[in-house]
């Protein structure tokens, strides 16, 4: 019986409900994608490209380890972790005559992979690297020669066949390539072409063994090894008795899907910041979707108060009430949440596709559309929608019918007291998170919880509410009073029904609230890197190179060019001290006091050197580090070092947690080009002197250091990163606005036509409509701002030492005119649509 009254309610206030439906709706979609980026991130496959012909990889592990002991009440307990190091760990060559001499093997071919980066321009068109290799190694995809022959001496260079199209060459033509060193010239052998037909993913090079070896710059190493089986040899069994045979030396067998990752390892560790990346969406998305749905379901049932109390009057129990009201809720909830479901495979699909085109997933990582987030999404717009009704009309079934009646007529002047109390302790939680946050130092650390700040402020504002309108109703009776008529009747409504414009304010101001954080939050942390990276160079000059790098070569030309006193290369890697990843750089020593002022504030850089290490003072504060304490960390390629610490400072956020020599950092990284060099140079050195050093290097410009500063704020501006990773969540917020404004909107239709036939004419009341809209959306930019300015201060403070958020005028005045013209829309066209009905007959209708 109740489930069919439900049914019947359901039917007859379509439009009541609609409200609902479009928010778990929206909210079952956003569920979907960020459920479908985690379950990428966990289960997403890495097809391999270049190891497709090899059944078996043999390659180094790409992990360091740390295994813990402790004892408790006379029990040892092991606790064994693993972290992805940064860069490629590299095979010793032995270790293809073990995997040779293993029963099964036909053929072990080892492999070298490294970056070979073509210099002509017609072959960088399309963003897709380009990695170099050993000809010898070609049967691996396998590539077969097209065109020409196989590549003899160091002076010749076989390319796959895309790469020769785009880049218009055939055999005999020239081609500059650079790899690890100063760009050379290679005549063009051979054209290769891969049994499958391209590749997708990279472009390759093939090179002689010999000029491979020297251009990969590990010597007695190799990437990987390939293996073929002997014919009948399962390939399961081989890697097997591989890694029998090669457990002592830290090699890992992969066979099938596992070979992916060892060819591609920014798609192995993607997956690990897809997770974290999904799960924070995801956890930032269902925080939001509570708060919205609660407040739209907040709203249909107070607008159903008259109904209800009627029921109530009627002899209808609490238990009826609320059963028949979380039926309803089950309802709209189960069909909203199966639409949303299916709505958001598409959505995933376009998020992931803007997380690959911006960098922050590898193409490489292919996507995964599984049914566990939809199911997952079902099940969470069932329990929520259940959750918010339940929520929302306990107080309506629990009074006494007479009471019911009475606040169907007139609203409460206050909320109850166990609202009010969770909204005081809301607040007090938000205020404790802005604490927490002012003392994070860390950008993984304080990002999350930056968030969770805006969220739960914005539920201390949803719960106070009705208090908040009210006292801003005091505040602005006077400047709404001149609006006229129109302005004292919005004041009258915003005192009146001060929950109805409550469940206006809370996602508005949420809405600026969380836009506002995701703008500034990347400006304000990169506006003290920038300061401190600005006051840091000494140098006048910088030379930066449109390709890979700058070489060692370039460099010593510029060192030698008269007048130049001092020259420091910059490479930058991450190091791991302990299983903590650390940034660091990797500094040329000679001269370095010259162009380069990290702010010291212990030790000195004087004698800095091989064997030396600089940390910041937030670095030094976590280890424990100070002048001449002993560094022990782990480099880029899983290699062990333990260094001197010869100085502390204070520019960390410019720099770097840690600078380390250059030599050591440059042997143990993939791309060992400085990233840049700075140039100390006398007086009347100028951009032409320092050109004509580097004329030889093609690709590398001399600019000033404010000009290197201003490519360098471009290329670490994350705000855009920011806004596509919550837009999802910013555009649900937006939908939440409107939907709740024209719900509340379009349910005063009786309101509007009393009011017209009291005297009221059309416009009036439309005047009226605006007012209000402009009331709710200032007091909404009031407290969304706090709440921004609130949380981006506590940012501030703890990642720079400052209280200065980077607020930019013109971005938040952007903000405020989208929230002003979704406040307007959503209240003038519902109520544009209910003017358009007779008063008669609105007043008189059942």
């Known amino acids: 019986m109740t489930l069919r009254f439900a049914l019947q309610t359901i039917r007859d206030r379509k439009a009541g409900f609609l409200g609902a439906f479009v928010a778990l709706l929206c909210a079952a979609a956003l569920i979907t994608a960020c459920g479908t980026l985690l379950e990428t991130g966990l289960r997403g496959k890495i097809a391999t490209e270049r190891y497709a012909a090899a059944p078996v990889v043999v390659s180094a592990d790409q992990n360091v380890h740390r295994t813990t002991v402790t004892e408790k009440k006379g029990k040892t307990k092991t606790k064994h972790k693993a972290k992805p190091v940064a860069e490629r760990v590299w095979l010793p060559a032995s270790a293809v005559d073990t995997v040779r001499a293993a029963p099964g093997v036909e053929r072990a071919v080892p492999e070298l992979t490294f970056q070979a980066v073509p210099l002509a321009e017609s072959a960088g068109r399309e963003a897709k690297p380009s990695y170099g290799h050993a000809w010898s190694s070609a049967p691996l995809t396998p590539f077969t020669l097209a065109e020409g022959r196989a590549p003899q001496g160091g002076g010749e260079v076989v390319v796959d066949r895309e790469l020769a199209a785009r880049a218009g060459i055939r055999p005999g033509g020239r081609l500059t390539v650079q790899a690890t060193g100063e760009p050379k010239a290679y005549t063009v052998s051979g054209i290769a072409a891969a049994a499958r037909g391209r590749l997708d993913r990279q472009s390759a090079l093939f090179f002689s063994d010999t000029e491979a070896q020297r251009l990969a710059a590990h010597d007695a190493q190799v990437t990987a090894i390939g293996v073929l089986p002997a014919p009948g040899v399962d390939p399961g069994a081989l890697a097997g008795r591989l890694r029998q045979a090669l457990q002592d030396t830290g090699a890992q067998v992969s066979r099938g899907d596992e070979r992916g990752p060892v060819e591609f390892l920014d798609a192995a560790g993607a997956r690990i910041k897809l997770v974290s990346m999904g799960g924070a969406l995801g956890g930032t998305a269902l925080l939001v979707t509570i708060l919205v749905v609660v407040g739209t379901f907040a709203l249909s049932v107070q607008q159903r108060y008259r109904e209800l109390a009627l029921l109530r009057a009627i002899a ?248 130049v006193t001092a020259a420091t290369e910059i490479v930058h890697t991450s190091v791991r001290v302990g299983l903590t990843t650390y940034a660091a750089q990797g500094v040329t020593p000679a001269g370095l006091t010259r162009t380069w002022d990290p702010g010291v504030t ?42 001197t610490v010869s100085a502390v400072y204070a520019r960390g956020l410019g720099f770097g947690d840690l600078t380390l020599p250059h030599r050591l950092v440059a042997a143990h990284v993939d791309n060992p080009l400085a990233s840049a060099v700075l140039v100390a140079a006398e007086a009347g050195v100028g951009r032409e002197q320092l050109a004509a050093a580097v004329a030889g290097s093609p690709g590398v410009g001399v600019l000033t250091a404010r000009a290197a500063d201003e490519a360098r704020a471009k290329r670490q501006d994350g705000a855009g990163i920011n806004l596509l990773a919550m837009g999802l969540v910013l555009a649900f917020t937006a939908i939440a606005v409107v939907n709740t404004l024209a719900m509340s909107t379009a349910e005063r239709f009786r309101e509007f036509a009393m009011l017209r036939l009291a005297g009221a004419k059309r416009r009036q009341v439309l005047r009226m409509l605006r007012t209000e809209a402009v009331a709710v959306l200032l007091i909404g930019a009031v407290l969304g701002s706090g709440i921004a300015l609130a949380v981006l201060t506590a940012f501030s403070v703890g990642m720079t030492g400052v209280a200065a958020p980077a607020v930019r005028p013109m971005g938040y005045l952007a903000v405020l005119a989208a929230a002003g013209l979704l406040a307007l829309t959503a209240t003038s066209f519902p109520g544009r649509a209910a003017l358009r009905l007779r008063p008669v007959e609105v007043a008189t209708s059942r």
């Open 316 to 563: 209808a129990t609490p238990r009826q009430l609320r059963r028949m009201i979380g039926r309803e809720a089950l309802v709209v909830g189960l069909a909203a949440g199966v639409a949303g479901a299916f709505a958001g495979l598409p959505l995933a699909a376009w998020l992931y596709g803007r997380f690959v085109d911006h960098g922050i997933v590898p193409a490489t990582l292919e996507r995964t559309a599984g049914i566990f987030p939809m199911f997952a999404a079902v099940a969470a717009s069932l329990l929520g929608a259940w959750a918010a009704a339940r929520i929302t009309s306990r107080r309506i079934a629990r009074i006494r019918p007479a009471e019911a009646l009475a606040e169907a007529a007139v609203e409460r002047t206050r909320p109850a007291w166990m609202r009010i109390a969770i909204g005081v302790l809301a607040l007090a939680g938000g205020v404790v998170l802005v604490a927490v946050l002012s003392a994070l130092h860390t950008e993984p650390a304080s990002t999350p919880v930056t968030f969770l700040a805006v969220i739960v402020l914005a539920g201390a504002v949803s719960l106070l509410g009705p208090l908040l309108v009210r006292g801003a109703a005091a505040l602005l009776a006077g400047p709404l009073r001149l609006a006229g008529p129109g302005g004292h009747l919005a004041t009258a409504n915003l005192r009146g029904n001060a929950t109805r414009m409550a469940s206006a304010v809370t996602p508005l101001a949420l809405l600026i609230g969380m836009t506002c954080t995701v703008l500034f939050i990347a400006p304000t942390l990169g506006h003290a890197v920038g300061q401190q990276a600005r006051d840091g160079v000494q140098a006048g000059w910088v030379l930066a190179a449109q390709g890979p790098g700058v070489s060692a070569e370039a460099a010593d030309q510029v060192r030698r060019t008269p007048g």
């Open 602 to 643: 212990a030790g000195s850089l004087d004698g800095f050197g091989d064997g030396s290490a600089a940390v910041s003072e937030s670095a030094a504060d976590r280890l424990g580090l100070k002048p001449g304490s002993r560094l022990e960390l782990t480099l880029g390629d899983g290699t062990p070092a333990t260094l």
